[in-house]
């Protein structure tokens, strides 16, 4: 199992990123999708997630109206798209596959597969 986050960079206020999440070695609905970030000095937290057999999406209230969450089944990725950038998105941002209940989906501890983290930098 295998997953590949890119597309980070450096952006200023108010500009838009899309990140990418490449998937392989599993099984395409066996597993939800989640964008965790770590900024420096701060706990890893949840950004976005989808679950992939039902779609549901979930949204941190920081990003709502912000990101958005998607898949592309035929290339087996799932991407964020990042609009309305603001110095505090700025961090280490991680793809990561797992099967969490409900309750925890936006928590990081029940994903066991994750990307190796993209660097987001929003700076004017």
């Known amino acids: 199992v295998q997953l590949q986050a890119s597309g980070g960079g450096l952006v200023q206020p108010g500009g838009s990123l899309r990140l990418s999440c490449a998937r392989s070695?599993?099984?395409?609905?066996?597993?939800?999708i989640g964008w965790f970030r770590q900024a420096p000095g701060k706990q890893r937290e949840g950004v976005a997630c989808?679950?992939?057999?039902?779609?549901?999406?979930y949204y941190a209230n920081s990003v709502k109206g912000r990101f958005t969450i998607s898949r592309d089944s035929a290339e087996n990725t799932v991407s964020l798209q990042m609009d309305s950038l603001r110095p505090e998105d700025t961090a280490v941002y991680y793809c990561?596959?797992?099967?969490?209940?409900?309750?925890?989906?936006?928590?990081?501890?029940?994903?066991?597969?994750w990307g190796q983290g993209t660097l987001v930098t929003v700076s004017s």
């Open positions: 990561a596959a797992g099967r969490p209940i409900i309750g925890a989906i936006m928590t990081p501890n029940p994903y066991g597969y």
């Open positions: 070695g599993f099984v395409y609905d066996d597993y939800d």
């Open positions: 989808i679950r992939v057999r039902s779609g549901e999406l």
